[in-house]
């Protein structure tokens, strides 16, 4: 299984932007083969911390704090995409944005710890 992120770039503070995360290797059996999709950030020196998730049927969402409202999260299972609409964009959601899979529920691809699979990250500058 192979996750890729993509979709990142600049933008002014107050604009959007959408990153999205193929997933390839599923057997597609269920919707991602029973995983559930989230989406990390990380800034130099910080720990990763969880931005959203989706769960596999795409029915179930979950949201970081720092996010929830700003962000959504959908997926397409045919095409194997999760899809982060970032919104009302801040200074301080710069950094490098990573896509994760874990078996299970949204709420298990909410904890870094312990995904099955994890793409390389797209990197956000959101200028002031």
């Known amino acids: 299984v192979q996750l890729q992120a993509s979709g990142g770039g600049l933008v002014q503070s107050g604009g959007s932007l959408k990153l999205s995360c193929t997933a390839s290797g599923f057997d597609y059996r269920e919707p991602f083969d029973g995983h559930s999709l989230g989406w990390f950030r990380q800034v130099p020196g910080k720990e990763r911390e969880f931005v959203i998730s989706?769960?596999?049927?795409?029915?179930?969402?979950y949201y970081g704090d720092s996010v929830e409202g700003r962000f959504t999260i959908s997926s397409d299972n045919a095409k194997g995409t999760v899809d982060l609409q970032m919104d009302h964009l801040k200074p301080e959601d710069t950094a490098v944005y990573y896509c994760?899979?874990?078996?299970?529920?949204?709420?298990?691809?909410?904890?870094?710890?312990?995904?099955?699979?994890w793409g390389k990250g797209t990197l956000v500058t959101v200028s002031s």
């Open positions: 994760g899979a874990v078996e299970g529920s949204a709420v298990a691809a909410s904890c870094m710890v312990g995904m099955d699979y």
């Open positions: 989706i769960s596999s049927s795409g029915r179930s969402t």
